[in-house]
Nanobody
Framework: VQLQASGGGLVQAGGSLTLSCAAS????????MGWFRQAPGKRREFVAA????????YYADSIKGRFTISRDNVKKTVSLQMNSLAPEDTAVYSC??????????????????????WGQGTLVTVSS
């Protein structure tokens, strides 16, 4: 599966952005999908994930209550609505898919090693 992330940009602190991840090729309807981010000079970190059916969502503590992940399996898209953005949210955001395990609902959604397909990142810059 090929993943294409979009929607990044420059926003002031307190603002909002919506990132979108479009999948092409094989279906993602049975795949756990995730968003990760990497700030300059830092390691990649988990942001959010959503189960294949959308019934289970997972968030990093740092963004809980501000970001919302959702998916549309018909359109093969995954979105990340980001509100109340802060300068520390500045990073390159990447979407990822676990196409190996189908219908996965487990405890390792935060591990980037779980995901085998990655899209290129989209840069989010939050100014203070």
């Amino acid at each position: 599966v090929q993943l294409q992330a979009s929607g990044g940009g420059l926003v002031q602190a307190g603002g909002s952005l919506t990132l979108s991840c479009a999948a092409s090729g094989r279906t993602i309807s049975s795949s756990l999908m995730g968003w990760f981010r990497q700030a300059p000079g830092k390691r990649r970190e988990f942001v959010a994930a959503i189960s294949w059916d959308g019934d289970h969502t997972y968030y990093a503590d740092s963004i809980k209550g501000r970001f919302t992940i959702s998916r549309d399996n018909v359109k093969k898209t995954v979105s990340l609505q980001m509100n109340s953005l802060a300068p520390e949210d500045t990073a390159v955001y990447s979407c990822a898919a676990d196409t190996v395990r189908t219908f996965y609902i487990g405890n390792y959604y935060y591990a980037d090693t779980l995901y085998d397909s990655w899209g290129q990142g989209t840069l989010v810059t939050v100014s203070s």
